[in-house]
């Protein structure tokens, strides 16, 4: 089983970016695809991005396209989040999570992911 570990969350300004990064313990890693989730305050946890097991599809919500871009590195065990063009609709903590990557369909969904990580909190000011 895998664990998980974001981090690279933290205060930035409207128009700014962060990258955050999500390691990954176990031999297995290689072998899921990832993906990133988001949960404002008192709002269900959203999808945001999603990474195939070997980075050559990726796939975004709507709202992030053009401005977020997710990749990977297996030999380092990491998914990472690149956010630019920071708004303050934004700010929320940030999960990344494993899929077994059998169905696409399943990145958008929570049900698909079946380890997550504690979360980072990104806050995005005005």
């Known amino acids: 089983q895998v664990q998980l570990v974001e981090s690279g969350g933290g205060l930035v300004q409207a128009g700014g970016s962060l990258r955050l990064s999500c390691a990954a313990s176990?031999?297995?890693?290689?072998?899921?695809?990832m993906g990133w989730f988001r949960q404002a305050p008192g709002k269900e946890r959203d999808f945001v991005a999603a990474?195939?097991?070997?980075?050559?599809?990726?796939y975004y919500a709507d709202s992030v396209k053009g401005r977020f871009t997710v990749s990977r590195d297996n030999a380092k065990n990491t998914v990472y989040l690149q956010m630019n063009s920071l708004k303050p609709e934004d700010t929320a903590v940030y999960y990344c999570?494993?899929?077994?990557?059998?169905?696409?369909?399943?990145?958008?969904?929570?049900?698909?992911?079946?380890?997550w990580g504690q979360g980072t909190q990104v806050t995005v000011s005005s």
């Open positions: 990474i195939s097991w070997n980075g050559g599809s990726t």
């Open positions: 999570a494993a899929n077994d990557g059998v169905y696409s369909s399943s990145y958008y969904r929570e049900w698909g992911y079946h380890t």
């Open positions: 176990g031999r297995t890693f290689d072998s899921y695809a």
